[in-house]
């Protein structure tokens, strides 16, 4: 029998979609950054759903408001990949019994840091107990379908590839984090920050789809890279 660590993510997502009976008429199709449900009037509801386990995704350092601001952040990105403004936000928390409870009161006030800094609002979520601190998340918005922004609507050879901004400082930051290489003194805290306190480029997808030129949009690594 194989296992996780044999096959991969992507190979296991495979596995796991072909046990799913996709929707017909889907906007966005699997695979995107995020999903869509169409509204029937020239609209669709655009949703994305992500999620951070403390013992494996957050680096020394990183604070509960920090790594609850993250989950958000991760989410609008998505959406923002899709040209889509986010509306609402619903997280979900894992967390063991014997968790400090103002630790968690930290988680809430980063998910309200996070909706307010991109526009959108906390309009629910869950809380459940766990072996380990479990942040995840959805964010959602709505979108003319005919605006969505997808990975590729008619990419061709000649078009300009872009960026919305610079790689490369999110690796600087864990790589001296995790392995303990010093940075460039100039280079240091900007890595640190887009570690512990990453921007989403929501405004600049919303914007980009509004002009209806874009013929691939995606973000990097949950946007964040």
């Not at 918005?141 to 872009?162: C, F, S, T, W, Y």
Request: aromatic share 6%; proline share 6%; net charge negative.
């Amino acid at each position: 029998m194989s296992r996780v660590s044999d096959v991969g993510e992507r190979a296991l997502i495979q596995r796991i979609m072909k046990n799913l009976t996709p929707l017909p008429g889907m906007p966005i199709p699997f695979w995107d950054d995020a999903s869509a449900l169409s509204l029937g009037d020239g609209r669709a509801l655009v949703v994305n759903t992500d999620m951070l386990v403390w013992k494996t995704d957050i680096p020394e350092g990183m604070t509960p408001f920090q790594a609850a601001r993250k989950a958000v952040v991760m989410n609008v990105s998505d959406l923002g990949a899709k040209g889509v403004q986010p509306t609402a936000f619903m997280p979900n928390i894992g967390i063991p019994s014997d968790y400090p409870v103002d630790d968690v009161v930290e988680m809430a006030k980063g998910f309200e840091e996070g909706a307010r800094e991109y526009g959108c609002h906390v309009v629910g979520g869950d809380t459940n107990e766990a072996c380990d601190v479990i942040i995840s998340g959805s964010a959602l918005g709505i979108m003319d379908e005919k605006r969505i922004m997808l990975r590729n609507n008619g990419v061709k050879p000649g078009h300009i590839l872009a960026t919305t901004g610079y790689f490369g400082l999110t690796s600087v930051g864990f790589t001296y984090l995790i392995n303990g290489i010093e940075p460039q003194k100039d280079v240091k805290q900007p890595a640190l920050d887009a570690v512990y306190m990453p921007k989403a480029r929501v405004s600049e997808g919303v914007a980009l789809a509004k002009t209806g030129a874009v013929s691939g949009c995606m973000d990097s690594s949950d946007g964040l890279s």
